[in-house]
């Protein structure tokens, strides 16, 4: 029978399926198989994460990065692979994609009263606080405890980057 040209495959290793969190470690393995004889095997990451091309004489590849924090929405990690054979038959360029979660905390801060300012006794306070995510924040919650005791929570918009909101 006709030489076959060779085949790519994917085996995700971390995490095993599914999403990469922001900040995490994936790893994913890139093999080749053919009827006769692998030649070489070409594998390369980009996207959330660039990994250069890695070249093996066939043998397995495993593709290995860090995402970084700040990835947000629609950031993905794209694992290329390429087999070629003895025959110099080609696999193409195929490709794995790999969505990325949201792994990385919110920052928050209490922008006003600034810390030890004094405050009247029986006036409102006026609490001003700010905080980011790369995937959004969507809710504020605010405890106080000492002369005042109180819980509030605001309900923000959830868009990506820097939000704020005033409680009293």
């Not at 470690?25 to 070489?40: H, K, Q």
């Amino acid at each position: 029978s006709a030489n076959q040209p060779p085949s790519v495959a994917f085996t995700q290793l971390a995490p095993p399926s599914g999403a990469v969190p922001s900040g995490s470690a994936f790893s994913v393995r890139v093999s080749g198989t053919d009827d006769l004889s692998l030649a070489s095997l070409k594998a390369a990451a980009s996207g959330a994460v660039n990994v250069p091309l890695v070249t093996s004489n066939g043998a397995a590849i495993t593709i290995a990065a860090t995402v970084p924090a700040g990835a947000g929405p629609g950031a993905s990690v794209v694992v290329f692979g390429e087999a070629i054979d003895g025959n110099g038959q080609s696999s193409g360029e195929q490709n794995l994609v790999i969505p990325v979660s949201d792994g990385t905390p919110p920052t928050v801060s209490i922008v006003a009263p600034a810390g030890g300012a004094v405050v009247a006794a029986g006036e409102p306070l006026a609490i001003e606080v700010a905080g980011a995510d790369n995937f959004g924040v969507v809710r504020f919650e605010l405890e106080a405890e000492g002369a005042v005791t109180a819980t509030q929570s605001q309900v923000v918009a959830g868009t990506p980057g820097a939000a704020g909101t005033n409680f009293s």
